[in-house]
């Protein structure tokens, strides 16, 4: 029995080897297994981090800088670099002058004050007009910068700036050119047809041109212009301000004589000649366009009329 039993227990004993052995095993190869995957999953995390964090410019040291490392940043491309500004020229700054600052009759009162201070009967006699040399052309357009006093000619100027650079400084140089000097013609003309027997100097047909043509540049630009009615306003004040002073000199002979149909003329010009030759920034249809081709013919009829009936009287009083 003591056989037997030592024998049982033996058999006990080894299954529980047998079990426990077993079951060590298996945890050995789970936990092997366990750690295998761990292992991997750290090392994966290892190199993607150190791909991230570590730059792709070398570290280089410096011992004399203020921090122990510095990058290195990249070189700029040269086509980063912003472009250098070309250097301004004499010719850049006479182009800016001529397209964009009014000048046309700032050098216009410039000359008609030099004229005014010398002061010779020589340029008197060679560009007054007269109605008795209209083969000169030249005096269609002289005769402006001649005056008779100083208010004469200061109230010229000043008009003439006062009215002309906005115009000039919106419409361009050369339409304001013509209108002005268009007018004076046209004033010249009216004075040689209606008073033949006048001397014709001053600038005041050009000046009504100038004045009368704000009136088509105001309605064609109306939508867009600055200061429309005040504008207005002064081409009325101005307007009222002269036939007051014409009155007075009619009423008064003993003062200058007023070429009155130079007046007239001058201003009709500067509303057709503004019709004709000003630009609007919205109207540009066909209609606009017959309208400013009619204004032109209207203002080439009546020089040519004008100038033929001239002609035809000078030459008749000759005889």
């Given at each position: ?19 426990y052995g077993g079951d060590g095993q298996k945890a050995g190869k789970r936990m092997s297994i366990v750690a295998a995957l ?282």
């Amino acid at each position: 029995d003591e056989e037997e039993e030592k024998e049982e227990e033996g058999r006990k004993s080894k299954k529980n080897s047998i079990s426990y052995g077993g079951d060590g095993q298996k945890a050995g190869k789970r936990m092997s297994i366990v750690a295998a995957l761990m292992s991997s999953t750290f090392s994966n995390k290892e190199t993607k981090n150190s791909q991230i964090d570590t730059p792709e410019t070398p570290i280089h040291s410096h011992s004399d800088a203020p921090c122990s490392h510095l990058i290195n940043m990249p070189e700029k491309d040269e086509g980063d670099e912003l472009p250098h500004p070309e250097p301004v020229t004499a010719s850049d700054i006479w182009k800016h002058m001529r397209n964009y600052i009014p000048w046309i009759l700032a050098v216009t009162s410039v000359i008609q004050i030099c004229l005014f201070v010398l002061d010779r009967d020589e340029f008197f006699r060679l560009l007054v007009f007269s109605p008795h040399r209209i083969l000169e052309i030249w005096r269609f357009l002289s005769y402006t910068l001649l005056h008779q006093n100083a208010i004469h000619l200061a109230l010229n100027v000043a008009i003439q700036i006062f009215l002309g650079i906005p115009l000039e400084y919106e419409q361009g140089h050369w339409r304001v050119f013509v209108v002005y000097f268009g007018g004076a013609v046209a004033g010249a003309l009216g004075t040689s047809v209606f008073e033949p027997s006048i001397l014709l100097i001053g600038a005041s047909a050009g000046i009504y041109s100038i004045l009368m043509s704000h009136i088509p540049h105001t309605v064609i630009n109306f939508k867009n212009i600055r200061y429309r009615f005040y504008r207005i306003i002064c081409v009325i004040i101005l307007c009222t301000s002269d036939i007051i002073y014409t009155l007075i000199h009619v009423t008064y002979g003993d003062l200058p004589k007023i070429g009155i149909s130079a007046h007239i003329l001058g201003a009709l010009s500067g509303l057709v000649l503004g019709t004709a030759l000003f630009q609007s920034a919205t109207q540009r249809d066909s209609k606009f366009k017959r309208i400013q081709l009619a204004a032109g013919a209207i203002y080439l009829t009546w020089l040519l009329s004008s100038f033929t009936i001239s002609l035809v009287g000078s030459h008749v009083s000759r005889m």
